[in-house]
């Protein structure tokens, strides 16, 4: 039920209809450019060109320069052996030069260039013993000249996809750029000098200067902008449209939190009982909470939201946090309990994995109200789980859990204060285009008496000793976790190389080492985990499944192989599995020589720091924004043009456009309302479009 404006059509039909893009084409171009349709072929900028427009006469002629001149062919000399080239003297007024050919068919030369006759060739200028000459050159007839004395665009490509074809297909596809209303206020573009934007898009595709390839040049700042403004307008309308649903204004609790407060064997930080303040703020306002609390593994987010969600259970309403993983659930409902229990909350916990009668009990107690407290899965959200009256949600989401589940959740939970804890700390550009206009409580402090991490960088040259001094440890009470080598794309791979790690430290360990990874039957990896956790294993061995956020405060010691293979953030949430109990911790992290320099530099950061906020920025600046470790899943970093370590000033200024636009026109009514529309229409952001329609 698209209303998409009409004169975008052309630019969402298939790349097949395109010149020289057939079915087998098509099919890679697709994968290339991370779409269908002829809009995603014109995103898919060039990242390189080759100049043409010099020309001159064979005597001038620059040595490695490109040149494109007319010449006369005045003889052929065939390749005597099969290695050797065709060569083909030329001339013009000033001289000779020789085209040289390998590999070429001697009646299709003979056809390009016949003797006598005068062609336009084009190529870099190369001296062999004093002679110019040319390896494969660009030929035409002089009547063509035009098509030869130009910058090419020269483009990402992909194996079945030459830079001819991609260029024939771009060219094809210009003609299809429409004209569009402009949507960018008339004061900033004129500010900043930008060019209409079917202009903009087709100049992509003519550089002429490398400035020209930069994202920051002028063409592609304002499509980098166009981009940025439709995400940023489609979180403030979402945020807008979840602000009109009012929310409940809850009295800061005080008897529940202060039973609780009894029991903790330690007090909250500073920076815990800030952003608690700025909770209880938001909860005590009739318009709803959507509240980002960030902060680093091990800083205590979960204590933190324990005692917001007393605000809705001492009102009377009920309060749900849910965990992305089983594992994680399960962990929460142990830690929750004794909090629940000193306060007399009841509570529920419910997953994929409850099943049957034991379910629908659980489903009884959250509809009527008996359960106050709801601890889970996603499984907690879906449909057919109805609350009484849901106060407040919370979602440990750690990144894995996207925009528009989040959207999903708020729309069925009319009213519900939202927070939302994410565990990797997201730098501020990608926290804005994540989250838009969401407000956030940092916790930026550990928990006192928390020991810093040494971390060391160990070849794997090393590995008897790194066993040995492992052992030595183990005597002495302390538990290992031991992760394997991440192999892109191959869960099987990764499996292997778990299980080879594991049958060798058997060798040394015995029955006192344990096995876990993503194929396994999860009551079996909880088993294992369990075993862990309670000591009746020294060594956990694992692929990457180990759960993000599980609390083994024994667990003094991390070792990561093949630690050059894991992204920033990821070793960042591994390594903060360690460095949660009363001993001095240590990160292990085990690489194979030699690394290359972009490796090093990142095992050398996380030797350097253990603050998660810097680590996030670094990631960001070495890897750019699209690969941060498990954003590119939940789609906040899948920018076609915009590219945040470079845009990050232009994601400020849309930022605080969106916002304008939704205070002046909230439903784009305007004249620009509607050009805005179809912008969010160009990059699909049609749900962000229904919010009108349904009020
Ligand atoms: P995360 O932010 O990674 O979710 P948790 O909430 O799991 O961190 O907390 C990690 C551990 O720190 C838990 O065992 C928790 O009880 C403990 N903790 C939380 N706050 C404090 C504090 N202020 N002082 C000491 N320990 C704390
Ligand atoms: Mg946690």
Known sequence: MSQRPFELDPLFRSVTTLTGVGPRIGKLMEKLIGGPKVLDLLFHAPIDFIDRRLTCLISDAPSGRIITTEVKVEKHLPNTRKSLPYRIKCSDDSGYIMLVFFHAKKDWIEKLLPLGKSVIISGKIEYFQGQPQMLHPDITNPSE????????????????????????????????????????????????????????????????????????????????????????????????????????????????RNKIERKLPFNLTRAQKRSLYEIDHDMGQKERMLRLLQGDVGSGKTIVAVMAMMNAVENGSQAAIMAPTEILARQHAKSIKPWLNAAGVRFVTLTGRDKGKTRELILKQIKDGTAQFIIGTHAIFQDNVKYKDLGIAVIDEQHRFGVHQRLELSNKSKGTDILVMTATPIPRTLALTAYGDMEVSKLDEKPAGRKPIETLLL?????????????????????????????????????????????????????????????????????????????????????????????????????????????????????????????????????????????????????????????????????????????????????????????????????????????????????????????????????????????
Request: charged fraction near 30%; proline fraction near 3%.
């Open 459 to 695: 070849s794997k040259e090393k590995m008897d000793s790194i066993i040995d001094g492992i052992k030595r440890k183990i005597s002495e009470g302390i538990r290992v976790y031991w992760v394997c080598p991440l192999v892109e794309e191959s869960e099987l791979m990764d499996l292997a190389a778990a299980e080879e790690r594991y049958d060798i430290l058997k060798a040394t360990f015995g029955d006192r080492i344990g096995l876990v990874h993503g194929r396994m039957k999860p009551s079996d990896k909880d088993d294992i985990m369990n075993k862990f956790a309670n000591g009746d294993l020294d060594v956990l061995v694992a692929t990457t499944v180990i759960e993000v956020g599980v609390n083994v405060p024994k667990a003094s010691i991390m070792v990561i192989e093949h630690a050059e293979r894991f992204g920033l953030s990821q070793l960042h949430q591994l390594r903060g599995r360690v460095g949660r109990g009363s001993e001095k911790s240590y990160c292990f992290l085990i690489y194979s020589p030699p690394l290359g320099e972009t490796a090093r530099e990142r095992l050398s950061i996380m030797r350097d720091t253990e603050n998660g906020f810097i680590i996030a920025e670094k990631d960001l600046e070495l890897r750019g924004s699209g690969d941060i470790m498990g954003t590119k899943q939940s789609g906040i970093t899948d920018f076609k043009i915009a590219d945040l370590s470079a845009h990050s000033d232009l994601l400020a200024a849309a930022r605080d456009d969106a916002k304008l636009i939704i205070s002046r026109d909230p439903k784009l009514e305007s004249k620009r309302g509607s050009a805005l529309k179809t912008l969010l229409y160009l990059f699909e952001r049609d749900q962000a479009i229904k919010y009108f329609r349904s009020g």
């Open 145 to 256: 000249r035009k098509t030869l004395e130009i910058v090419e665009a020269i483009y990402p490509l992909t194996a079945g996809i030459t830079n001819k074809v991609m260029r024939k297909a771009q060219m094809s596809a210009i003609k299809y750029i429409p004209i569009l209303p402009e949507w960018i206020d008339e004061a900033h573009k004129k500010r900043e000098d930008w060019l209409d934007w079917h202009i903009c898009l087709k100049s992509i595709h003519n550089p002429t200067s490398e400035d020209d390839l930069e994202p920051t040049s002028h063409i592609r700042s304002r499509l980098a902008y166009d981009e940025l403004l439709a995400n940023q307008l489609t979180l403030a309308l979402m945020r807008n449209r979840q602000r009109k649903i009012n929310g409940r204004s809850f009295k800061q609790s005080a008897v529940l």
